[in-house]
């Protein structure tokens, strides 16, 4: 799915992601997290093998939510809801993460200094559903 151009400005901007995952007993796990883009996906970096990360090598169904910081003509705050596949790819975690730092931070983060960091984990989120409040819906 081509993700509009309102829904990339929250995604890339520094709005917090809320990761939800499914556990092995079908409760929902929820992870707060750095997100970005690359291309039609967007990505996330874990340097340990959390809890998400298993869930998501096992099941790949996944909802991510962004609050923004705008209100729309009703007075309800705007908010993004992706719902999508994700997959997990080992390596590049602290690259990433010095990459989002800059969003998240500030242009002049020096988030994980030095090099001495397992290789971690990326997940990749396919959108399959655009859906919030906010001008992403009038394309959903």
């Known amino acids: 799915m081509v993700i509009p ?47 998400k990360v298993k869930n998501i090598r096992r099941d790949g169904r996944v909802v991510l939510s962004l609050e923004t910081n705008r209100m ?23 690259e990433k993460l010095r990459e989002l730092a800059k969003t998240y931070l500030g242009p002049d983060a020096e988030f994980l200094p030095g090099d001495n960091y397992p290789a971690g984990f990326l997940t990749h989120i396919a959108v399959d559903k655009i859906s919030g409040v906010g001008p992403w819906t009038a394309s959903a």
């Open 72 to 94: 729309n003509e009703m007075g309800l705050v705007e908010y993004l809801v992706i719902t999508g596949t994700a997959r997990i790819t080992e390596g590049g975690a602290a």
């Open 5 to 51: 151009e309102s829904a990339r400005e929250v995604l890339a901007s520094d709005a917090l992601g809320h990761l939800v995952t499914i556990n092995p007993d079908g409760s929902p796990q929820v992870s707060v997290i750095w997100v970005g883009l690359d291309g039609d996906e967007i990505v996330a970096a874990h340097i340990p093998e959390h809890r």
